[in-house]
């Protein structure tokens, strides 16, 4: 990005009225020289990311890290951006104080940079469960202070950088504290063009435009840290393997060095970790079954058949594969990438589903096949693997298994739900460090209440007010284990409830599950009615059902449930309940 351009971005940041339900966006951006342009472009890129809020940008003292970050503590915000540059560690290591480079001064300077690393990593421990933050490691070359050549690694170069790195990994433990990937750093903007000595010594600003620009738009992604895609679906000549299996048989088929066909090999090693993290893996080709399943049969594939699910395999059309895949799924288009060699098949796709990201698999181009499994550990990178996500693929055959040819609202038969021996577990802990259950609430769309997202700091200050509540609901039977799938949050007071937010994955549909979540709300609150913030939103088709299943009258707003109203139409449950933590 130029600076113009960012500069003419700023001003068209939104002014959402006091109803709008989108507050401004909080950032604290916490550096030890001017911020100058990098506040510039950091505001530009944060704009872009949350288009329809307000970015409110502010900055702490020059040289004052500690300072400023210990200001932050209780504010109201929703991200901290920090970024260290070695002379933020000691003066030594930069460029505007004189002295301090002789041999006699290294061991001390390294004795000091580590007591200073330890001592912002305490600080950053309190401040990152409430708000989290966005670090930049060093991005700047060390001086010449150290007595070997330029091109020999010096002893107190390497224990420098040896203090950064253990600094750095015990940061990356904690869930809310984000650090900018070196690596993907150094590709947007090469180290020998990132300091400016004539900047940093005429405006206490270190960095060249390009990089300031660079670095900025990846501490923002940091703050955006947007919910990883849910599922691939993959078309198998070549793209999954190289051949076409119907001509050559399952055996001529191949993804290997030794046949020029190591592109294939490299993307079915990323289709399985992608598997294991909790990735649905799905095939849509244009084949005759059983030679595909022969050819699925080979123990050298490294994506095995069982990581995969559902394989649509027909001579019928790629769009309809899709739907089918989507549908068994139960995820929305926005969420799911489709990859092919095709590019006619390609386009069918997106016409169909112009919400599905389709890329084309590149043949014999083994510098953009790299960039592909680039981009899709983008797309479907996460902070932590939960328990739900190695849970995910089981859960969904389960469901496949089970289905009854009926509404999807209905489901399973009354018999099945009462054979299956399922037990709910509710969780009445007010936990903000829940990532599974914010998770649910900012990427479920189907059962929500009414679409409301939350930044981490904004679902942190939620839960810290005495008046909410939040209960939490996981769920298994004896075909296995769903895990965690619903949340709901309120607050109580003075004999009632108001829900203020309620969600349910998609996996756990037709168990009856929501009517037990409301059961056990009205049983331990011993209220007379609930009210719910209910919005109907696009794709909230299964959530307005329930409540038009609750009420035929219902209505956008404050929907009010009595519980004799409830009771009314709450059909049977065979669930075992299981309360913990219930206050």
Same mark, same amino acid.
């Given at each position: 990005?130029?600076?113009?351009?960012?500069?003419?971005?700023?001003?068209?940041?939104?002014n959402?009225?006091?109803?709008?339900?989108?507050?401004p966006?909080?950032?604290?951006l916490?550096?030890?020289?001017?911020?100058l342009?990098?506040?510039?472009?950091?505001?530009?890129?944060?704009?872009?990311?949350?288009?329809?809020?307000?970015?409110?940008?502010?900055?702490?003292?020059?040289?004052d890290?500690?300072?400023?970050?210990?200001?932050?503590k209780?504010?109201?915000?929703?991200?901290?951006?920090?970024?260290?540059?070695?002379?933020d560690?000691?003066?030594?290591?930069?460029?505007?104080?004189?002295?301090?480079?002789?041999?006699?001064?290294?061991e001390?300077?390294?004795?000091?940079?580590?007591?200073w690393?330890?001592?912002?990593?305490?600080?950053?421990?309190?401040?990152?469960?409430a708000?989290?933050?966005?670090?930049?490691q060093?991005?700047?070359?060390?001086?010449?202070?150290f007595?070997?050549?330029?091109?020999?690694?010096?002893?107190?170069?390497?224990?420098l950088?040896?203090?950064l790195?253990?600094?750095a990994a015990?940061l990356?433990?904690?869930?809310?504290?984000?650090?900018?990937?070196?690596?993907?750093?150094?590709?947007?903007?090469?180290?020998?063009?990132?300091?400016?000595?004539?900047?940093d010594?005429?405006?206490?600003?270190?960095?060249?435009?390009?990089h300031?620009?660079?670095?900025?738009?990846?501490?923002?992604?940091?703050?955006?840290?947007?919910?990883?895609?849910?599922?691939l679906?993959?078309?198998?000549?070549n793209?999954?393997?190289?051949?076409?299996?119907?001509?050559?048989?399952?055996?001529?088929?191949?993804w290997?060095?030794?046949?020029?066909?190591?592109?294939?090999?490299?993307?079915?090693?990323?289709?399985r970790?992608?598997?294991?993290?909790?990735?649905?893996?799905?095939?849509?080709?244009?084949?005759?079954?059983?030679?595909?399943?022969?050819a699925?049969?080979?123990?050298?594939?490294?994506?095995?058949?069982?990581?995969?699910?559902?394989?649509?395999?027909?001579w019928?059309?790629?769009?309809?594969a899709v739907?089918?895949?989507?549908e068994?799924?139960?995820?929305?288009?926005e969420s799911v990438?489709?990859i092919?060699?095709?590019a006619?098949?390609?386009?069918?796709v997106?016409?169909?589903?112009?919400?599905?990201?389709?890329?084309?698999?590149?043949?014999?181009k083994?510098?953009?096949?790299?960039?592909?499994? #680039?981009?899709?550990?983008?797309?479907?990178?996460?902070?932590?693997?939960?328990?739900?996500?190695?849970?995910?693929?089981?859960?969904?055959r389960?469901?496949?298994?089970?289905?009854?040819?009926?509404?999807?609202r209905?489901?399973?038969?009354?018999?099945?739900?009462? #054979?299956?021996?399922?037990?709910?577990?509710?969780?009445f802990?007010?936990d903000?460090h829940?990532?599974?259950?914010?998770?649910?609430?900012?990427?479920?769309?189907q059962?929500?209440?009414?679409?409301?997202?939350?930044?981490?700091?904004?679902?942190?200050?939620y839960?810290?007010?005495?008046?909410?509540?939040?209960?939490?609901a996981?769920?298994?039977d004896?075909f296995?284990?769903?895990?965690?799938i619903?949340?709901?949050?309120?607050?109580?007071?003075?004999?009632?409830?108001?829900v203020d937010a309620?969600?349910?994955?998609?996996?756990?549909?037709a168990?009856?599950?929501e009517?037990q979540?409301?059961?056990?709300?009205?049983?331990?609150?011993?209220?007379d009615?609930?009210?719910?913030?209910?919005?109907?939103?696009?794709?909230?088709?299964?959530?307005?059902?329930?409540?038009?299943?609750?009420?035929?009258?219902?209505?956008?707003?404050?929907?009010?449930?009595?519980?004799?109203?409830?009771a009314?139409?709450?059909p049977r449950?065979?669930?075992?309940v299981?309360?913990?933590?219930?206050?």
């Amino acid at each position: 990005m130029k600076l113009i351009e960012a500069l003419s971005i700023i001003p068209k940041s939104p002014n959402p009225g006091p109803n709008s339900g989108n507050e401004p966006l909080a950032v604290a951006l916490v550096c030890g020289f001017t911020p100058l342009h990098l506040q510039t472009f950091l505001h530009a890129e944060l704009q872009l990311l949350f288009p329809e809020r307000r970015i409110e940008l502010t900055t702490g003292l020059y040289g004052d890290i500690f300072g400023t970050l210990q200001g932050l503590k209780g504010q109201r915000l929703d991200a901290v951006v920090l970024v260290l540059e070695w002379s933020d560690f000691d003066a030594r290591l930069g460029l505007r104080q004189l002295g301090g480079w002789g041999p006699q001064h290294l061991e001390s300077v390294v004795e000091r940079v580590d007591v200073w690393l330890a001592q912002l990593r305490l600080l950053l421990a309190e401040i990152g469960p409430a708000i989290p933050v966005a670090i930049s490691q060093p991005t700047l070359p060390l001086p010449p202070l150290f007595f070997t050549p330029g091109w020999r690694g010096s002893f107190y170069e390497l224990k420098l950088k040896e203090l950064l790195a253990a600094f750095a990994a015990a940061l990356g433990q904690h869930t809310r504290i984000r650090i900018v990937n070196e690596q993907r750093l150094g590709q947007a903007s090469p180290p020998a063009g990132r300091l400016s000595v004539k900047s940093d010594w005429t405006t206490g600003f270190p960095y060249q435009l390009t990089h300031a620009s660079a670095l900025a738009a990846l501490l923002a992604r940091l703050v955006r840290n947007p919910l990883p895609k849910k599922g691939l679906i993959t078309d198998l000549d070549n793209t999954l393997w190289s051949g076409i299996v119907g001509e050559v048989g399952a055996e001529g088929v191949h993804w290997d060095l030794d046949h020029h066909s190591q592109a294939h090999g490299l993307y079915q090693q990323m289709l399985r970790t992608l598997a294991e993290e909790g990735v649905l893996v799905a095939v849509a080709s244009k084949n005759d079954p059983g030679v595909v399943e022969e050819a699925f049969q080979r123990e050298e594939l490294l994506l095995p058949r069982e990581r995969i699910f559902p394989f649509a395999v027909s001579w019928g059309s790629k769009a309809k594969a899709v739907a089918e895949i989507l549908e068994s799924w139960n995820v929305g288009p926005e969420s799911v990438v489709f990859i092919d060699d095709n590019a006619l098949e390609l386009a069918e796709v997106k016409a169909q589903h112009p919400e599905v990201e389709c890329l084309q698999f590149p043949i014999d181009k083994p510098q953009a096949l790299y960039e592909l499994i #680039e981009q899709l550990r983008d797309w479907f990178g996460r902070g932590t693997i939960s328990e739900e996500d190695a849970l995910r693929l089981d859960s969904i055959r389960q469901r496949a298994g089970l289905r009854q040819p009926t509404d999807e609202r209905e489901g399973f038969a009354e018999s099945l739900l009462a #054979e299956v021996e399922a037990e709910l577990t509710f969780d009445f802990r007010k936990d903000p460090h829940d990532q599974r259950a914010l998770e649910l609430v900012n990427k479920t769309n189907q059962f929500n209440l009414n679409g409301q997202r939350y930044t981490e700091a904004a679902w942190h200050d939620y839960l810290a007010q005495p008046a909410t509540f939040t209960l939490t609901a996981s769920y298994q039977d004896r075909f296995g284990r769903l895990g965690k799938i619903a949340v709901l949050t309120g607050r109580s007071g003075a004999g009632k409830i108001h829900v203020d937010a309620w969600v349910m994955s998609c996996r756990a549909f037709a168990r009856r599950i929501e009517h037990q979540c409301l059961r056990v709300l009205f049983e331990r609150s011993k209220t007379d009615y609930i009210t719910l913030a209910y919005a109907a939103t696009a794709r909230n088709g299964p959530l307005t059902s329930f409540m038009k299943e609750l009420s035929p009258d219902s209505s956008v707003g404050e929907f009010r449930l009595t519980q004799a109203a409830f009771a009314a139409i709450c059909p049977r449950l065979f669930h075992r309940v299981v309360e913990e933590n219930h206050e």
